[in-house]
T-cell receptor, first 116, second 111 residues
Framework: GAVVSQHPSWVICKSGTSVKIECRSLDFQATTMFWYRQFPKQSLMLMATSNEGSKATYEQGVEKDKFLINHASLTLSTLTVTSAHPEDSSFYIC????????????FGPGTRLTVT | DAKTTQPPSMDCAEGRAANLPCNHSTISGNEYVYWYRQIHSQGPQYIIHGLKNNETNEMASLIITEDRKSSTLILPHATLRDTAVYYCIVRVHSGTYKYIFGTGTRLKVLA
């Protein structure tokens, strides 16, 4: 199999604080990981692509200083939402591929962030 | 911008085939078409993918037109558990391979 987990599954934080979301590939090494954001009743929007050991590539319009991505190992990527505000409340989903050009992305179960 | 367009919603009777269409008229010659589905508040689940030939697996069949400008996902015998949002995705290469999600089709299977 190819299982991707995320932690936490849901989190509530106060406005102005930072929150970290972890994405792990449990039974394979992920050369590339992706972070998506999904607002209610909307589609997934790609935020950034990260490769192990290198800086993440952010999609146009995504603030790299606000959404810090670290891909320090082949099984772990983290997304830190800094100085969170209510408009950052969303469903954050990560995915991973086994090789850079792999056909399939394996998705995590998602993390629901609520900023109060 | 998304390279795919899908109807926003469809209903299908349980036990019948569900045919979900997708238009991708700007697809390039080496870009694959993928189908995923997402059940409420979960991560997307892979269904099938193809380039130009029709494909079939244990979950579904994918029919791609000869000009590759559209495709149809077929769930041969829909069940209530197939109720989900189905995304038709084109995999593009822009520095790396990545998925561009469209708006998806909300399929409701009716008992």
């Amino acid at each position: 199999g190819a299982v991707v987990s995320q932690h936490p599954s849901w989190v509530i934080c106060k406005s102005g604080t930072s929150v970290k979301i972890e994405c792990r590939s449990l039974d394979f090494q992920a050369t590339t990981m992706f972070w998506y954001r999904q607002f209610p009743k909307q589609s997934l929007m790609l935020m950034a692509t990260s490769n192990e050991g290198s800086k993440a590539t952010y999609e146009q319009g995504v603030e790299k200083d606000k959404f810090l991505i670290n891909h320090a190992s082949l099984t772990l990527s983290t997304l830190t939402v800094t100085s969170a505000h209510p408009e950052d409340s969303s469903f954050y989903i990560c995915s991973a591929t086994k090789t850079p050009g792999a056909y399939e992305q394996y998705f995590g179960p998602g993390t629901r962030l609520t900023v109060t | 911008d998304a390279k795919t367009t899908q109807p926003p919603s469809m209903d299908c009777a349980e036990g019948r085939a569900a045919n979900l269409p997708c238009n991708h008229s700007t697809i390039s010659g080496n870009e694959y078409v993928y189908w995923y589905r997402q059940i409420h508040s979960q991560g997307p689940q892979y269904i099938i993918h193809g380039l130009k030939n029709n494909e079939t697996n244990e979950m579904a069949s994918l029919i791609i037109t000869e000009d590759r400008k559209s495709s149809t996902l077929i769930l041969p015998h829909a069940t209530l558990r197939d109720t989900a949002v189905y995304y038709c995705i084109v995999r593009v290469h822009s520095g790396t391979y990545k998925y561009i999600f469209g708006t998806g089709t909300r399929l409701k299977v009716l008992a």
